[in-house]
T-cell receptor
Framework: QKEVEQDPGPLSVPEGAIVSLNCTYS??????FMWYRQYSRKGPELLMY????GNKEDGRFTAQVDKSSKYISLFIRDSQPSDSATYLC????????????FGQGTRLTINP | ETGVTQTPRHLVMGMTNKKSLKCEQH?????MYWYKQSAKKPLELMFV???????ENNSVPSRFSPECPNSSHLFLHLHTLQPEDSALYLC????????????????FGQGTRLTVV
């Protein structure tokens, strides 16, 4: 069993839709959760960073963590074609830890 | 630009060749990383260097040889690779490892797309 499971998609939605991206994990020691966005031919860039359970909002993006279910989500409201990218979830055990465990990534396309 | 620059962006090499990938960071970080990104697989951590010292080797075959001459530069020397080593190789940098609560967010370069023929 993979430590982090993420549906690779592809996921295609119309512009303006609400997008929901998800990851599940098996290691209960994970406490810090990240979402990276990776455009084609680019490296990943950090989009959202959360600690433990709860919600965090940043503009059109909301990250949600449910540690009891070992489930994390990223919601994108009012999706734009510029949001088309691969979204990677990642997690680690401590803030200062350097070993990130990544999901496979979900390829998202927003159609105009 | 993230402040992490990788060269070359693309590389095609034969199985008997020797080549090197280069990474440079301008962020004042003390930790540097090599990751491998293959199609349909998660990003895999290969090596971690803290203050020029290798602190993690994730069971990487010896045909991959990292070198970190200083905190700003990282190399990955490649020799006698296999076709299955074809992938996107990503370099990243961050603050040095921390036992406290300071975050060690990683900043990635754009990667080198390697094809082994």
């Amino acid at each position: 069993q993979k430590e982090v499971e993420q549906d690779p998609g592809p996921l295609s939605v119309p512009e303006g839709a609400i997008v929901s991206l998800n990851c599940t994990y098996s290691n209960s020691a994970f406490q810090y959760f990240m979402w990276y966005r990776q455009y084609s031919r680019k490296g990943p860039e950090l989009l959202m960073y959360t600690y433990s359970s709860g919600n965090k909002e940043d503009g059109r993006f909301t990250a949600q963590v449910d540690k009891s279910s070992k489930y994390i989500s990223l919601f994108i409201r009012d999706s734009q074609p510029s949001d088309s990218a691969t979204y990677l979830c990642a997690m680690k055990q401590r803030a200062g830890a350097q070993k990130l465990v990544f999901g496979q990534g979900t390829r998202l396309t927003i159609n105009p | 630009e993230t402040g992490v620059t990788q060269t070359p962006r693309h590389l095609v090499m034969g199985m008997t060749n020797k080549k090197s990938l280069k990474c440079e960071q301008h962020l004042g970080h003390n930790a540097m990383y090599w990751y491998k990104q293959s199609a349909k697989k998660p990003l895999e951590l290969m090596f971690v260097y803290n203050f020029k010292e290798q602190t993690e080797n994730n069971s990487v075959p010896s045909r991959f040889s990292p070198e970190c001459p200083n905190s700003s530069h990282l190399f990955l020397h490649l020799h006698t690779l296999q076709p299955e080593d074809s992938a996107l190789y990503l370099c990243a940098s961050s603050r040095g490892r921390d036992r406290g609560f300071r975050n060690t967010e990683a900043f990635f370069g754009q990667g080198t797309r390697l094809t082994v023929v």
